[in-house]
C-alpha cells in the first residue's frame, strides 16, 4: 500500500524544522507523496523551495494560491502576482489553492464580497492554467457552491477537510471534486460527516492531514504531522469497513487522476 498526503503544508515553522526526521517517518510508513497548498504571497517561495530542494525519497509537489485567512491585507495586484508565479512555475505546481470562503472571517473581517472576489479569480486562473483547485471551506458551503455554479472547474479540485452533509458532499462531487478526508473523522462528535462519507463513492475521496494543523481526536495541542496519514486512514477503514489495500489504491488512483494525468 502507498499513500499521499493531499493538504499539507511543509514550509510552516513547526514542520519545516523537523523535516528531514518526519520525511523519513513518511517514508518509512510508505507515504510517498506529499501536496504542499501555498496560503499568501509571503509563503509562495517557501513553498517552491521546499518543494525542490530538500533531499527526500518522499516527492513533494507546490501550489500556488491565496487563502481567505490573509487577504485582508491584500489587493488586486497580488492576483497578477500570483497569476505571474503560477505561469512561472506552471510546469511543477499541481494545483491553485489554497483558496476558498471562510465564512467566520468574513463575519468577523467583514470581507465576504473581497472572499468571493478572490476566490472567483482563482478558479478562472486554475482554468486558464487548467489546474484543479483546492478549496478552504468554514460554515461557507452555500456561498462556495454559489461561486463554483458561475465559475464551473474544468479540472475538479479538492474540497479540504470537508465536513458537512451527505447532500453538500454529493453536490462537490457532481461538480468535479474529491473531498479531502483528515483528521476530522477520528471525533467522535463528527457524526454527520462521517455518516455522509459512508455514503459517497470511494473514488471521490483522498487523504489529507493539514499539517501542522488539525490534531487528531486526542492529540490536541500537539503538532500534526503528515506521518498521520495512516491513522487517518486506518479510521477510514473502520468507517467503511472495507479491504484496506482496494481502499489504498483506489485513493491512489484518485489522486493520479486530478493531479497527475
Ligand atoms: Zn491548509
Redesign the pocket.
Known amino acids: 500500500m502507498k499513500f499521499t498526503d493531499s493538504?499539507c503544508?511543509l514550509d510552516f515553522p513547526e514542520l519545516a524544522q523537523q523535516l528531514k526526521p518526519e520525511l523519513a517517518d513518511c517514508f518509512e510508513l510508505a507515504i510517498e507523496r506529499i501536496i504542499v497548498?501555498a496560503?499568501n504571497p509571503d509563503n509562495w517561495q517557501p513553498v517552491l523551495e521546499i518543494t525542490s530542494k530538500v533531499p527526500s525519497n518522499v516527492l513533494l509537489f507546490p501550489c500556488l494560491g491565496i487563502?481567505p485567512w490573509y487577504l485582508n491585507e491584500l489587493t488586486e495586484q497580488h492576483l497578477m502576482a500570483l497569476e505571474q508565479t503560477a505561469l512561472n512555475y506552471q510546469e511543477r505546481i499541481v494545483a491553485i489553492g489554497?483558496t476558498g470562503i471562510d465564512g467566520k472571517i468574513a463575519i468577523e473581517q467583514n470581507n465576504m464580497e473581497k472572499q468571493k472576489e478572490f476566490f472567483r479569480y482563482q478558479l478562472e486562473l486554475a482554468n486558464r492554467l487548467n489546474k484543479p483547485v483546492i478549496v478552504?471551506h468554514r460554515r461557507s458551503h452555500n456561498e462556495v457552491i454559489e461561486i463554483l455554479k458561475q465559475s464551473p472547474v474544468k479540472r475538479g479540485g479538492i474540497i479540504?477537510?470537508f465536513s458537512g452533509s451527505y447532500q453538500q458532499g454529493k453536490t462537490y462531487i457532481d461538480m468535479g471534486f474529491k473531498l479531502g478526508i483528515g483528521g476530522t473523522i477520528t471525533y467522535e462528535r463528527a457524526k454527520k460527516t462521517i455518516n455522509a462519507i459512508k455514503r459517497f463513492p470511494v473514488g471521490a475521496l483522498v487523504l489529507e492531514t493539514?499539517a501542522p494543523?488539525m490534531p487528531l481526536s486526542g492529540e490536541q495541542g500537539t503538532t500534526n504531522k503528515p506521518s498521520n496519514i495512516k491513522v487517518i486512514f486506518q479510521q477510514l477503514v473502520n468507517v467503511l469497513q472495507c479491504e484496506p489495500e482496494k481502499l489504498a489504491e483506489q485513493i491512489e488512483q484518485n489522486i493520479d487522476q486530478l493531479f497527475f494525468r
Open positions: 493538504h503544508h497548498p496560503v487563502h489554497e478552504h479540504h477537510a493539514d494543523s
